[in-house]
């Protein structure tokens, strides 16, 4: 119990859990699939206004967190989702006795945040398009997408300046692709293996630092305490740096309108981000459920009215376990297309030589009998 217990935080109040910062992290990574998806969905419906920028997803979204993080960095000191799980970004070094984020330090963490992922995602993609793919993998380099998409370089004819300028130019792009090809794995696995080695070391409270890039900064994740909560209720909403005194210009005045909107909006993503997990949690559970299906469902028509006996036609026995043709227990019911029901042979019989029910004298045919396995 209590290695569980050091395992949930230790003797430290202040430090989360490994288990709180994985899932933080796995919050940061799913950000970026699920905007991509509301995106291509609402492409293919507005594909003049948004084609581009779902071909350009991955660079508008680091624009777009560039400015979200580097909000909650200088206003609440931590991160977009360390602000959601209740965190803080403090210096592991004091400076003139606070701990706080200075300047580098927020531009510090933007580039890890914001620049690092973006440079791993596009050399990922890089990899994948020099390696050949998928199909390389399985089948061999000979089935690589590279070399099936494009062909063989033309030769250069002359002997000329320029043209020994640009094949060297050509040999030292191709040298780069296949050094890239070779060692990037490498520094791939060296890139996980460290964040690994810093999640087992951070669990076992061998370090401050749940991530190597936190180490290099310099900055250690805490919990935000109460006097943390009491200091943002009391210095109120952020203010944006763009505001400027009024001076009763126009221009001035959309200027911090604008400034104070975008600020307003951007804090507004703390309440937006839960609200939006709530809903898809609900819509998930409502197409789950059987009230879903029950509402999507087509009501259910009420039997028809039964037919009342013809005064011409054969009375119908207060027992209803009587045939009303032979007057006799029923064996081996049947119903005729009627409702009512007989002996099998009797009303066979019957409607063969009549082709009406013997009861309403409604018009009925042999092959409109239904046998009945439990009497009724």
Known sequence: MEFMSDMLGGADAG??????????????????PALRHVTSVYAHRYPRYLIRILNWHEE???????????????????????HFYGYKRVRAHKIRGSSSLTRPDIWGSLIFLVGLPLAKSRMDQYYETVSGGEAARLLGPEFSQAELGSGNEPAVAGGSTGSNLRCR??????????????????????YHMATALYYIAYM????????????????KVRRL??????????RGAPKSSLLAPSNGSVLRFMRNLVARILTGGLDFLKVLLPLSIFFYRFLEWWYRSDFHKQVQKDPVPPPPMPLKP?????????????????????????????????CYPCIHKHVSESGTCPVTLIKAESVGIRKLYADI
């Open 225 to 234: 305490s109460a006097s943390d909560y009491r200091a943002m209720d009391t």
């Open 60 to 82: 508008a979204y680091a624009a777009l967190m560039l400015l979200v993080e580097r909000h909650y960095l200088r206003n609440y000191g931590g991160s977009f989702t360390e």
């Open 15 to 32: 430090k989360p859990s490994l288990f709180e910062i994985v899932a933080q992290h796995k919050m940061n990574e799913l950000l970026e």
């Open 310 to 342: 013809h005064p011409n036609g054969v009375a119908v026995p207060e027992d209803q376990s009587i045939c009303p043709l032979c007057e006799k227990p029923r064996t081996n019911p049947a119903m005729a297309p009627s409702g009512y029901v007989f």
């Open 169 to 190: 130019l050509i040999a030292l792009k191709e040298a780069l692709k296949r050094y890239f090809k070779r060692y990037y794995p490498h520094a791939n696995f060296v």
């Open 204 to 219: 076992f409270d061998r370090t401050d630092y749940n991530s190597p890039w936190l180490r290099i900064l310099g900055l």
